[in-house]
């Protein structure tokens, strides 16, 4: 069993829907959470880092963490096309981070 | 501020020669990663740096990587007799100290052939 497990995707949405990405995590050792987005050819770009149960919110991104079932959700309102990129969670223990797989989002105009 | 930056951006190489890709992280930044991105694929840990330390080498795939890291700011990448496996994206982060967000460079895009 993977330390990190993302759904690859590729989801497809229309413009303006919620998108929710989530990953789900086998050690109950790691302490905080972020999710990058990635435009092709470019490097992970850090959108929501957070450490705590609960949700945390910035704009149109909301970063939810369920340490109890080990499941994390980004959640994605009001989508836009230049939304269009892969989603990674990143995971982190003490100077261990692990990453999801990515999932490829598009949303379509 | 200046974030991470990585070079070259692309390199270009024959099986068999030896390479080396830079990493410049956000100055102040303790914690250095080094990340490697083949097609279709999640990100790979290679190598991590706490000052010019590196207490974590554990994802180097074979002894012909190697990593060095100098007054706690620039390091270097070097791959030896690259293989043709060894095409993929390399990716640098640093961080402020090792639980903190990492802030990652554009990559350095390494083809063999």
Known sequence: QKEVEQDPGPLSVPEGAIVSLNCTYSNSA??????????????????????????????????????????ISLFIRDSQPSDS????????????????????????? | GAGVSQSPSN???????????????????????????????????LIYFQG???PDKSGLPSDRFSAER?????STLTIQRTQQEDSAVYLCASSLAPSNEQFFGPGTRLTVL
């Open chain 2, 11 to 45: 390199k270009v190489t024959e099986k068999g020669k030896d390479v080396e890709l830079r990493c410049d992280p956000i100055s102040g930044h303790t914690a250095l990663y080094w990340y490697r991105q083949s097609l279709g694929q999640g990100l790979e840990f």
């Open chain 2, 70 to 74: 100098t007054g706690g700011s620039v």
């Open chain 2, 52 to 54: 010019n330390s590196a």
């Open chain 1, 85 to 109: 990129a892969t989603y990674l969670c990143a995971i982190g223990g003490y100077q261990k981070v692990t990453f999801g797989t990515g999932t490829k989002l598009q949303v379509i105009p």
């Open chain 1, 30 to 71: 790691f302490q905080y959470f972020m999710w990058y987005r990635q435009y092709s050819r470019k490097g992970p770009e850090l959108l929501m880092y957070t450490y705590s149960s609960g949700n945390k919110e910035d704009g149109r991104f909301t970063a939810q963490v369920d340490k109890s079932s080990k499941y």
